[in-house]
């Protein structure tokens, strides 16, 4: 009798919890929920659908804004047997946008030709394992000074006859895209000699493929340069900040003055200069000067000495910079940067800020370059440059 007690009351519980849970309950409970299958069409051609409560549609994937280039690589369909070792046929490329194009060419270029541009014919002594060789470009007066990694164990074949034309005419010929490029000299390691004598070209007084000036600045690494001016550059910066007229005066060299120079790119004829005298009275000059001309419009840059000051000298806490460099150029942007040519016995330190709002990527950078000569042992300022992304 107990047992059947027992069955009886598990048998209606089991009864009333599946009642419960298949009739009772669904009722208080929200139905799901089914979305439209309408599809929104991203920037980058992909398709994202509605989700969730309210049912919005998905974020669309992040696109990073691209520019088109051109690398050039042998092609063996287009050049049987190699009959002109130089000949070279361009590639379309897609790179991140950046304010450094002919850096990001080179790399584009030293990854290789990708396989299904292999299956196409095209060739290379470039390829992924080359693809980090780039040390650095630098632009000075039209010509392009490229240093790379000893990749010599790499690609031991460029050297002969044949192979360093083709190499060579990769590199001039993707560089040389670009309208402020005439020329290009080749360094490995910083030394252009060692690069020349191994493609079995050498160097000679007529071709000045070897001068390593380029390569180095005023001839000083940037662990020397550094400390050599850090110092004196850093009591410069200072007195710029805090507009101390007096101290910066004091810190101009009293032959040359100081020029002043709105955009990297130098110009001797129109920049102004103000003697060590000028200085003195900077932030008390109320005189309107021609500085030369704005960048994109051309209009006249007529500003008093403090206007000039808060829009192409201080415009942001350079004291505060996250990067210094010595002797090496960090702001790069499509204006030919010829101060290592106009000042070739200087130390350059430059106070940088890559930029500001990550939707400009980069774009936005400024920087703030001090030129320092040295007379009689003394590190005196002689230039003050000012640089950001121009059109």
């Known amino acids: 009798m107990v047992m059947w007690v027992i069955f009886l009351v598990i048998s209606v519980g089991a009864i009333g919890f599946l009642i ?79 304010t450094a194009v002919a850096k990001a060419s080179l790399e584009s270029l030293f990854a290789g030709p990708t396989e299904v541009e292999k299956n196409q014919g095209y060739t290379s002594f470039f390829s992924p394992a080359t693809k980090d060789i780039l040390k ?23 050297s002969a006859s044949c ?5 060579l005419s990769e590199i001039n010929t993707t560089l040389k895209q670009f309208s402020t490029i005439k020329q290009v000299i080749v360094a490995i390691e910083g030394q252009p000699s060692t690069f020349y004598e191994w493609i079995q070209i050498g160097c000679s007084a007529e071709n000045n493929f070897c001068d390593e000036k380029p390569f180095k600045g005023s001839g000083y ?38 020029r002043f120079s709105p955009y990297s790119n130098v110009d001797v004829k129109n920049n102004l200069v103000f003697s060590p005298a ?18 994109g419009s051309g209009a006249p840059i007529n500003l008093t000495p403090s206007d000039y000051y808060n829009r192409f000298i201080y415009n942001v806490d350079f004291v505060t910079a996250p990067q210094v460099s010595y002797n090496r150029i960090l702001g790069e942007g499509n204006i030919i940067n010829n101060q290592l040519e106009v000042y070739p016995n200087a130390i350059i330190v430059e106070y940088y800020f890559p930029g500001f709002d990550p939707q400009y990527e980069g774009m936005d950078w400024t920087s703030l370059r001090l030129v320092f000569e040295t007379k009689a042992g003394v590190w005196y300022l002689v230039g003050v440059v000012h640089g950001q992304w121009t059109i």
């Open 20 to 98: 419960f849970t298949n009739w009772w309950m669904p009722r208080f409970v929200d139905p799901p929920i089914a979305c439209s299958e309408e599809a929104k069409i991203c920037p980058d051609g992909t398709a994202v659908g509605r989700t969730g409560a309210d049912c919005e549609f998905v974020d669309c994937p992040k696109v990073t804004e691209q520019t088109k280039v051109k690398v050039y690589f042998n092609n063996t369909q287009f050049n049987p047997n190699a009959l002109d070792c130089g000949k070279v046929y361009p590639l379309d490329r897609e790179i991140p946008k950046t």
């Open 221 to 258: 690494t940037e662990v020397e340069a550094k400390s050599l001016i850090e110092s004196r550059s850093q009591e410069t910066i200072l007195a710029i900040k805090n507009q101390d007229a007096k101290r910066l005066s004091e810190l101009v060299d009293s032959d040359r003055g100081v």
């Open 163 to 167: 192979g360093s034309a083709e190499f």
């Open 136 to 158: 650095s470009v630098k632009i000075i007066g039209g010509v392009a000074y490229v240093d790379l990694k000893d990749m010599r164990q790499i690609i031991p074949n460029a």
């Open 278 to 295: 000028m200085i003195a009275n900077f932030f008390t000059d109320k005189k309107v000067y021609n500085w030369g001309s704005f960048d």
